[in-house]
């Protein structure tokens, strides 16, 4: 695991999220504030994303123009922000309801994707990332890529879509994007400790791919002397 603690994670964020898009990948948007933080600073790049394909990590189930909606929030903080060069978007119906939301995503992954280039994932104060909540049966899948979670556990409540962890750590490159205070304790249990389903983030490990944890130094502030900054 590669940990980077940086003034500003979600530049650095940028310009990993832009290599990837020039090179024409595959890339799994997050919800969440620093991911979002991220994605504006790629749109202000001077990036051609026409070759590139971008897909979500997890989504609400609300419908696409709901204010909760992870896809919602990537359009205005990128998508709509790249006239004539637009990738291609593949989101997640989450209006379709979290079962049936899951089995169509999973069809679009099973025709076009067999592993990410670049996942990209947040953490949430209780160590959940995309909508991976701890200790619930979603962790346990082996078979699926994509589930439905009927009740997760933090706000919005609204039933959620999240990718499984094989389809996550078959990734070439995971990339979590995690700033504020209000994090290091997660950071910590997740970064630092052993794989706990109690901290979701720390059963991400990439069976082939790379693993680099972008920090700021206040979600760093935990993370034990020992352990490489
Ligand atoms: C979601 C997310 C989620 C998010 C983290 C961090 O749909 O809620 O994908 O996993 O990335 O909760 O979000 P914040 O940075 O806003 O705390």
Redesign the pocket.
Known sequence: MERLVRDDPAAVGAERIAAVAVAGGHIAL???????SAYDAAAAMDVDWSRCTLW?????CVPPDDERS?YAMARAALLDRLPGRAPQVRRIPGELGPHAAAEAYERLLGDEVPRFDLML?????DA?????FPHHPALEELRRRALGVEQ?G?E?LVP?V?LTLPAINAARQVLF????A??AGAVARAFAGSPDPAAPASLVAPVDGSLTVLLDAAAAAQLPAEAPR
């Open positions: 997050a919800g969440g504030s620093t991911p979002r979500f990590s997890d989504e609400r992870n994932l947040g953490l949430g104060p959940h990332c995309a909508s991976l997760p933090m919005p959620r999240t994007l995690v700033a504020g209000d994090k």
